[in-house]
Nanobody, 117 residues
Framework: QVQLVESGGGSVQAGGSLRLSCAAS??????MAWFRQAPGNEREGVAL????????WYAASVKGRFTISQDNAKNTLFLQMNSLKPEDTAMYYC????????????WGQGTQVTVSS
């Protein structure tokens, strides 16, 4: 059974930090990603982790502030978020790289991140 469970979100003030976790089970993917969706906006990719942790990619809006990593033994993906800004407020999801609502049916419930100024 394919399952993704995101956790670690919360409410913080601007400049604060959060660490998101994503527990994955029931599938394997060579590349995993974090996505986020703010109210009224489309879901966007913010960070990718390529096979074996060999390489990463970050959206320009988060580069230098967010770090994606994984614990292969525990099938867990992480997103360390530092220097948070109000514009980072969104629901955060994990999924295989390149996933869309049409191509990936196993989206988790997400974890809410709210950053106040």
């Amino acid at each position: 059974q394919v399952q993704l469970v995101e956790s670690g979100g919360g409410s913080v003030q601007a400049g604060g930090s959060l660490r998101l976790s994503c527990a994955a089970s029931g599938f394997s993917a060579s590349c995993m990603a974090w996505f986020r969706q703010a109210p009224g906006n489309e879901r966007e990719g913010v960070a990718l982790l390529f096979p074996s942790g060999s390489s990463t990619w970050y959206a320009a809006s988060v580069k230098g502030r967010f770090t994606i990593s994984q614990d292969n033994a525990k099938n867990t993906l992480f997103l360390q978020m530092n220097s948070l800004k109000p514009e980072d407020t969104a629901m955060y999801y994990c999924a295989p790289c390149g996933s869309t609502s049409l191509t990936w049916r196993y989206w988790g419930q997400g974890t809410q991140v709210t950053v106040s100024s």
